[in-house]
């Protein structure tokens, strides 16, 4: 693939430093799908757009590629403002959700098809086209119709169509939700091969967590229109912003507690029923009362000589198991209430057994109202 | 390597979006200004006193619309153009609807002449086989009674009953019917609690359509019609074709009279389809799972 | 079909597949009741439209006197017959040809659903619910000489004089646009809706402008459409008779065949002529079709989505 001479941006390929997305807003009517998102995509990016259907983020993408007008905010391209340019003269790449490929044109048109609405030359058109049914190892099929391809092919054709281009961002929408599971995990893998080979700022829309952990420099997490944390794939798998985040992010433990009591730093103590465990701040200010959430992953099985009960540790009777091959979900009734673990070794309904919560690993929210709600929806 | 640029320039491209807007919205609102006054001049023709060589009539009057009455015998042709209308509504949907659940449930061999069988009399148009049709009736002394009509405008209606509803049955989840099987239905439970209830929207939008189609329905009924089994649509042409013996005011009384009853009952229609089924197929609606 | 002997399910089942082997792969295939509900509705195509299209093809060769190609003879032989074929092709093809001309660009244009767009549709539709006896009855007045028409014109200064718009060509080919036109174009929205708007925003997002998307997406997966819009559109203008009746010159310049065929009927009586009549007027249709539907077969045909759905 072909790599790029400093130049200054321009409408198609070429370099640039940032997309800078300025509060960003998009109504519908009455209704608020996309609430003021900011967020500045450097060269050779990878951001994942994460949150459950109707969270805003396709709205994103679609005010992203010039397919929906904005109502309010700006996209700049460095020094350029793009918004107000249609989608065909922001010469961005996309990848639809149903990949949306020219069902009467064969691979290899659908790929040169952007080639050749920017006039070059048929050679080097062909030679680019060919570099790119290569990188997506598609040179057998360049002669058949999409609807002669298997799923995973026409997502390749896909990509590839969007890539020969040069596109100094590439917008990618929901790419692998028409795949089954194992199909997904091979493309997912595949789109981070082509991404290291290409290198160009990429856009992902997605609602499953694992690709975009998996995938992206940076996730986006949104809910209900309105960003909930950006940050590294780590960031947000340790220490989620708010529950919601942590919710996502698979904390399954989500309870309430009635007191809590700073100690030192980000140390604080948090009561319920009679129970003390040490926890972890997470936000800015420790209020009365607070939520915690847990992994079920951090739990991990007690002995009762080396972990003294008040220890972080709690008794409880199994209630149920669910064996996952390489360890076992349970479901603990403790004194807080049931907790889901996952742990290395097998267990039976009735057996008392001891969980330990490490405090690190043991996130505490102070209840604002949004987390109040929350943790009545449970 | 050389930068990619897109065609054209965004300015000129503006612009010629602006012009070819105005250009498609003029057309538009050309061809309904003129729908508009097409008509208009029949409904102001029809309440003048005198309109010659002017914008306006010079007076205004409602004696055609009585005239009309008297000398057209409206009343008789109403009468049978609702017996004519009612009766092929009732038989194409009594014929029509069990034939296409047959084909849109059932594979068998021979099907794709079925189809074509009854997609020709919606494709060869009427007048075409109106002739021989006429003929035939006439041998079997069916011709100009009012059966005759009712058979004669049977021929496209129940092949686009078929057509219409055929594609809506398909869409049923057949599962529907054979978990009402498994739950104990027999053939007429599941017929009456299952599919007669989704189907119900589907009728009658085929019915409403069938309606609308039959009143406007000119050359089949002028082909078979005798002189006591006239529709308003062969009424009104007689009249017209023999311009110049009635007032023409009164002759377009004629035509308002056509136009309400058929206008009526296409904004009943309007009010389950969509204006392009008029046309085209009856809407699929959303899976019933 | 209520055999009790079956499980429910296994009956349920073959009730859904349709398949006619049922109980045991040794038991005889029962007859599928179920086709018995074709019985009336081919029946009555076949009496009412197999039938009397036989029967007027054998009438066309058996006329009251001569052999039995006298009617097609006559036919071929007198301008005054075969005339009509060119008088009815010279009204029917340019009007089939300006109608979808017309509705395609606006149809392309008019593809997103907007405000009106109900409105819009639902105003089309009235001139085709009407008919054409009404909108010729309508046209007399509003082409005529003193109509709304001519005057708006000659106030605007456009002409001196008066057009001749009934009576003639012209008053054919216009009753033909104000139904065919509104025909072919909510017979091609329909099909533009149906092509997958994704496809359009990847041709935009790959930097194809309006037209570009027009010409190298809609336009390919169109042509099935359009196909099938300008048969639909053709056949139609090919049987017109009321308006070229009562809007036209039906002794000189609108003598289409569907008047030729109604005076062998029911002016002369003639219905062995009539039927021949009939029989070259289905021909020619069907030729027009043929020709098309061949020509069709040579573009795309599939589906018009982007992928799996």
């Not at chain 1, 109707?54 to 793009?82: E, H, Q, V, Y």
């Not at chain 1, 998996?214 to 960031?235: F, N, Y």
């Not at chain 2, 009104?236 to 206008?263: E, H, I, K, P």
């Not at chain 3, 390919?220 to 639909?232: I, V």
Request: net charge positive.
């Amino acid at each position: 693939m072909a790599r790029h001479d400093p130049s200054k941006a321009a409408a198609s390929g070429g370099n640039f430093e940032a997309l800078h997305l300025d509060r960003i807003t998009r109504r519908f009517h009455n209704m608020v799908a996309l609430n003021e998102l900011s967020l500045t995509v450097r060269r050779g990016e990878f951001i994942a757009l994460l949150g459950p259907s109707g969270c805003g983020k396709s709205t994103a993408l679609n005010c992203l590629a010039g397919l929906m007008p904005l109502s309010g905010g700006r996209i700049m391209l460095d020094d350029r403002r793009i918004d107000t340019l249609p989608p065909e003269r922001r010469g961005f790449g996309m990848v639809f959700q149903n990949y949306a490929l020219f069902p009467h044109m064969s691979v290899r048109k659908n790929i040169g098809f952007g080639l050749m609405m920017r006039n070059v030359p048929e050679k080097e058109a062909a030679r680019r086209v060919n570099e790119t049914l290569d990188l997506v190892q598609l040179q057998a099929h360049a002669d058949k119709l999409p609807g002669q391809l298997s799923g995973g092919q026409q997502q390749r054709v896909a990509i590839a169509r969007a890539i020969v281009v040069n596109p100094p961002l590439i917008l990618m929408d929901e790419p692998l939700s028409n795949l089954d599971a194992k199909l997904r995990l091979e493309m997912r893998h595949e789109i981070r091969r082509i991404h290291h080979e290409v290198q160009r700022s990429t856009i992902y829309v997605t609602h499953d967590q694992d690709e975009a952990l998996s995938l992206a420099d940076r996730i986006v997490v949104m809910q209900d229109g309105v960003v909930q944390q950006i940050g590294t794939p780590e960031q947000l798998y340790n220490a989620p912003a708010n529950l919601n985040v942590a919710r996502f992010m698979g904390y399954r433990n989500v309870i309430a507690f009635d007191a809590c009591s700073p100690l030192d730093g980000r140390r604080m103590q948090v009561h319920r029923n009679g129970v003390t465990l040490n926890a972890t701040l997470q936000g800015d200010v420790a209020g009365h009362r607070c939520t915690v959430a847990i992994r079920p992953d951090d739990l991990r099985i007690g002995d009762p000589e080396n972990d003294p009960e008040g220890a972080n540790s709690l008794d409880g009777r199994v209630i149920e198991v669910e064996y996952c091959g390489r360890d076992w979900l349970v479901d603990v009734d403790t004194a807080i209430g049931v907790l889901h673990a996952r742990i290395p070794q097998a267990a039976t309904p009735g057996q008392r057994i001891r969980l330990v919560l490490p405090a690190d690993r043991v996130l505490a929210y102070p209840q604002g109202r949004d987390a109040a709600m929350a943790v009545a929806a449970e | 390597m050389t930068q990619d640029t897109l065609k054209g320039n965004p300015a000129l491209d503006r612009t010629l979006g602006l012009l070819w807007s105005s250009v498609v919205w003029g057309f538009m609102g050309f061809f309904l200004l003129n729908m508009v006054g097409i008509i208009g001049s029949v409904a102001v023709n029809s309440v003048a006193t005198r309109w010659l060589r002017s914008w306006l009539p010079d007076g205004y009057t409602f004696r055609w619309y009585s005239s009309a009455w008297a000398e057209f015998q409206l009343g008789e042709v109403l009468t049978v153009t609702m017996q004519v209308v009612l009766a092929v509504v009732l038989i194409s949907a009594l014929i029509g609807v069990p034939a296409a659940y047959a084909l849109a449930r059932r594979e068998f061999p021979g099907k794709r002449a079925v189809m074509l069988l009854f997609l020709l009399p919606l494709l060869v148009p009427p007048i075409t086989y109106g002739i021989p049709l006429a003929t035939t009736l006439y041998q079997f002394h069916l011709g100009g009674t009012l059966t005759g009509v009712i058979l004669a405008n049977l021929v496209p209606t129940v092949p686009f009953v078929i057509l219409t509803m055929t594609p809506f049955i398909e869409q049923i989840d057949p599962r529907l019917e054979a978990a009402a099987r498994v739950f104990g239905a027999g053939t007429f439970s599941v017929f009456r609690h299952v599919l007669v209830p989704l189907l119900a929207p589907g009728i009658l939008a085929a019915c409403l359509l069938v309606l609308v189609r039959t009143i406007a329905m000119f050359e089949l009924t002028f082909l078979t019609a005798g002189g006591d089994s006239q529709t308003l649509v062969v009424a009104l042409y007689y009249s017209v074709f023999a311009a110049g013996v009635r007032a023409g005011q009164s002759v377009d009384a004629m035509a308002v009279l056509y136009m309400l009853t058929t206008l009526f009952w296409l904004v009943i229609a309007l009010r389950f389809v969509d204006p392009t089924q008029i046309v085209a197929r009856v809407k699929k609606q959303p899976k019933g799972a | 079909m209520t055999s009790s002997n079956q499980t429910a399910w296994g009956h349920a089942w073959g009730r859904l597949t349709g398949s006619a082997r049922r109980g045991g792969d040794d038991a005889p295939a029962p007859f599928d009741r179920t086709l018995l509900l074709l019985v009336p509705g081919i029946l009555m195509v076949v009496l009412l439209f197999v039938y009397p299209f036989a029967y007027g093809l054998v009438l066309s060769f058996t006329p009251a006197e001569g052999g039995p190609f006298k009617n097609y003879v006559e036919f071929f032989s007198q301008s005054r017959l075969w005339g009509t074929i060119f008088t009815t092709l010279w009204l029917a093809l340019p009007s089939t040809i300006l109608n979808i001309a017309l509705a395609v660009p606006i149809a392309f244009k008019m593809r997103v659903p907007f405000a009106g767009q109900r409105l819009l549709t639902t105003a089309l539709v009235v001139p085709i619910t009407l008919g054409t006896v009404l909108v010729a009855e309508g046209l007399l007045t509003y082409l005529g000489p003193q109509g709304w028409f001519n005057r708006i014109l000659m106030a605007g200064h456009l002409i001196a004089q008066p057009l001749q718009l009934t009576h003639n060509y012209w008053g054919v080919m216009l009753s033909l646009i104000i139904t065919g036109f509104p025909f072919a174009f909510l017979l091609i929205l329909s099909h533009v809706t149906g092509i997958d708007p994704s496809l359009g925003n990847a041709a935009a997002s790959l930097g194809a402008r309006p037209f570009a998307q027009f010409r190298h997406i809609y336009l390919p997966l169109l042509a099935p459409g359009l196909a099938m819009t300008f048969c639909l559109v053709f056949v139609q203008a090919f049987s017109v008779f009321p308006s070229a009746v009562l809007l036209g010159a039906p002794a000189g310049p609108t003598r289409v065949i569907s008047i030729a065929a109604y005076e062998a009927a029911f002016e002369s009586y003639d219905y062995s002529m009539a039927s021949a009549i009939a029989m070259v007027m289905g021909a020619v249709q069907l030729i027009i079709i043929v020709a098309v539907l061949v020509a069709r077969g040579r573009f795309y045909r599939g589906p018009a989505s982007g992928g799996k759905a």
